[in-house]
């Protein structure tokens, strides 16, 4: 079955710095990647996502990359804040099969 | 909106006794799926529903789990003479219908201590 591999699996960075999480996926039939962020105590919150038909996408300070080749996403995330302070997830979908397997999290902490 | 709602929060069981879930979709939605969430195994997949019919239970542990949706409103996970291992947060997720267009949003999780 499909497997997600994220890294690095932590990250500490001062407040304004740029950061790069990297993903990786094994299913060509995985289609649907979308990301979440986990702060301590809070829910899953979507962040973002990207279609396999897409090679970039962009909200605020989050950009997100993808190259179906290489079966890899890219999350950069600029001038970080104190409040980006989380564990990030990358999953994975096949086309309507609706599950996402998940990667293992990268802890992302921001110095003030 | 209270998004997904699970209940109870924290749930401590003996080894042994059988502990029940609870979860409330966002209205709506037709989609409903079940994940566990551990340390050492990360967020794992377990089953989900599509309005109400079970579709993929490939991730639930064989015998002492189960799942049902009775109504549109509410979904249970039952896991029959808990163990240890099975101690683990508990998440639930909606989504308005299946498929790579719709977002799945997250209850807070129900944390299962196994004692």
């Known amino acids: 079955g499909e497997q997600v591999e994220q890294l690095p699996s932590s990250l500490i960075v001062q407040e304004g710095a740029s950061v790069l999480i990297n993903c990786s996926y094994t299913?060509?039939?995985?289609?649907?990647f979308p990301w979440y962020k986990q702060e301590p105590g809070k829910r899953l919150q979507f962040i973002i996502d990207?279609?396999?038909?897409?090679e970039r996408k962009q909200t605020q300070r989050l950009t997100l990359l993808f190259d179906k080749k290489t079966k890899h996403l890219s999350l950069h995330i600029t001038a970080t804040q104190p409040g980006d302070s989380a564990i990030y997830f990358c999953?994975?979908?096949?086309?309507?099969?609706?599950?996402?397997?998940f990667g293992q999290g990268t802890k992302l902490s921001i110095k003030p | 909106n209270a998004g997904v709602i699970q209940t109870p929060r924290h749930k401590v069981t003996g080894k042994g006794q059988e502990a029940t879930l609870w979860c409330e979709p966002i209205?709506?939605?037709?989609?409903v799926f079940w994940y566990r969430q551990t340390i050492v195994q990360g967020l794992e997949f377990l089953t989900y529903?599509?309005?109400?019919?079970?579709?993929?239970d490939s991730g639930m542990p064989k015998e002492r789990f189960s799942a049902q949706m009775p109504n549109q409103s509410h979904s249970t996970l039952k896991i029959q003479s808990t163990q240890p291992q099975d101690s683990a947060v508990y998440l639930c997720?909606?989504?308005?219908?299946?498929?790579?267009?719709?977002?799945?949003?997250f209850g807070p999780g129900t944390r299962l201590t196994v004692l």
């Open positions: 999953s994975a979908s096949i086309y309507n099969q609706g599950k996402l397997i």
């Open positions: 299913d060509s039939a995985s289609v649907y």
């Open positions: 990207i279609r396999s038909n897409m």
């Open positions: 209205s709506g939605h037709s989609a």
């Open positions: 529903f599509r309005n109400q019919a079970p579709i993929d």
């Open positions: 997720a909606s989504s308005l219908a299946l498929g790579s267009s719709y977002e799945q949003y």
